[in-house]
């Protein structure tokens, strides 16, 4: 019903810049909160930024400052900013947004299957 294709990884030299999107398609009526996450070998999986509203974000503390969450409400479209990047920041970066489909009631969490994003020293 609903899919969410994440791009824009790939391999960058510590200090690049890398920027990440999420498009969602499919029987949506309405997107609520979107976000990133990443999941890093060996790890759990963590909260990068998660995007409420215009006014409401949050990022995880290891990126604050450095990354920024953005959306194109028109195009169901969420980005990812990510510059001076860390060789800590290497993982797959998964993609996440709450969902209301044209036949449901309520808001509903899907996934992207992930992108990869690994950062050289």
């Known amino acids: 019903q609903v899919q969410l294709v994440e791009s824009g990884g790939g391999l960058v030299q510590a200090g690049g810049s890398l920027r990440l999107s999420c498009a969602a398609s499919?029987?949506?009526?309405?997107?609520?909160?979107v976000g990133w996450y990443r999941q890093a070998p060996g790890k759990q999986r963590e909260l990068v930024a998660r995007?409420?509203?215009?006014?409401?974000?949050t990022y995880g503390d290891s990126v604050r400052g450095r990354f920024t969450i953005s959306r194109d409400n028109a195009k169901n479209t969420v980005y990812l900013q990510m510059n001076s990047l860390k060789p800590e920041d290497t993982a797959v970066y998964y993609c996440n947004a709450d969902v209301r489909t044209s036949s449901g009631s309520g808001y509903s969490p899907y996934w992207g299957q992930g992108t990869q994003v690994t950062v050289s020293s």
């Open positions: 499919g029987s949506i009526f309405s997107i609520a909160a």
């Open positions: 995007l409420f509203s215009r006014y409401s974000t």
